[in-house]
């Protein structure tokens, strides 16, 4: 009955997104078997009004890259080629100890104390090649803020500054760390299909707020992945499935693909949330360090 009553008065929306990243759910497409339609319709009524909901909507959730690089990067490939492969050399003193605490501010005047990392730590997510390649020079270091897309909008956070020889500006890296997710109030599905599968990550929010691009996995003998959407007020359930699945013999490679979801209406602080896990959808890559 809470469930009935919960799709009535929120007037969820179906739409659909086909893979290879550029159709968007607005434009029309697939739009997923009933079972997943219903899966996302009870992820959705889990999620309203629970303690989940609300630990979300208090703590600190980056929707963006925890580094942001110096204007006008880069100069050249060799530049490039040194920060992709993480190859940094450090002629600077790196700070000691912080001030154990910071504070993420929103622009709606709400802040959180968060605890801070060390300028060591973000040097060294930083500089992991150490090889004998090109590398940029790190000349500087010092704690200062950059803005951040999160959960709950834009925030500024506190972050290391580096400056990095030859460039004007610094990169910056995030100096503190997301807030624990909470626990779900709907389990995970049990077994994956080509109907329902989880996925990989958020890519991108585009500036108008509305076009989302998601990582999807599929496999080697199929037609791409494709991603349902359901909106309500509060939330967005994605729901990942592969389209054009074979019977016949396949290799087992996974792949992963971008895929571009067109929203109604901006995200907002609306919560992302997976319909195969039944959890928020985190930014990046699967397990990757924020």
């Known amino acids: 009955m809470r469930s009935v009553k919960l799709l009535v008065t929120l007037g969820l929306i179906a739409a659909a997104a086909v893979g290879c990243g550029d159709q968007d759910a607005a434009s ?45 990067a880069f100069h050249n490939d060799a530049d490039k080629r040194a920060y992709t492969t993480q190859n940094f050399e450090l002629r600077a003193s790196l700070p000691g100890a912080p001030v154990k605490r910071g504070k993420v501010r929103w622009g709606d005047g709400d802040s959180l104390t968060v605890p801070l990392t ?43 500054l580096f400056t990095i020889k030859g460039y004007d500006t610094p990169l910056k890296r995030v100096a503190v760390t997301p807030s624990e997710t909470p626990h779900s109030p709907i389990g995970a599905v049990r077994e994956q299909t080509a109907e329902l599968g989880p996925l990989a990550g958020l890519e991108a929010i585009g500036g108008d707020g509305r076009t989302l691009t998601l990582r999807a996995e ?73």
């Open 118 to 160: 060390s300028a060591r730590a973000a040097y060294d997510k930083l500089g992991r090649g150490r090889n004998s390649g090109p590398a940029l020079t790190v000349t500087g270091v010092r704690l200062g803020a950059m803005t951040m897309a999160t959960s709950r909008g834009a925030a500024t956070v506190p972050a290391w």
């Open 28 to 72: 029309g497409g697939r739009t997923g078997d009933q079972s997943s339609r219903d899966r996302a319709r009870r992820v959705a009524a889990a999620w309203e009004g629970s303690e989940a909901a609300r630990t979300w909507r208090d703590g600190y959730y980056p929707l963006g890259a925890a580094v942001q690089l110096p204007e006008g």
């Open 218 to 290: 599929h496999g080697a003998c199929d037609d791409g992945p494709a991603v349902d959407v359901l909106e309500s007020g509060s939330m967005v359930v994605f729901s990942a499935s592969v389209r054009g699945t074979s019977d016949g013999p396949c290799t087992s490679e996974l792949r992963v693909e971008k895929v571009k979801v067109k929203l109604r209406r901006p995200l907002g602080d609306r919560i992302l949330l997976d319909a195969f896990t039944g959890r928020p959808v985190a930014y990046g890559r699967s397990g990757s360090d924020s």
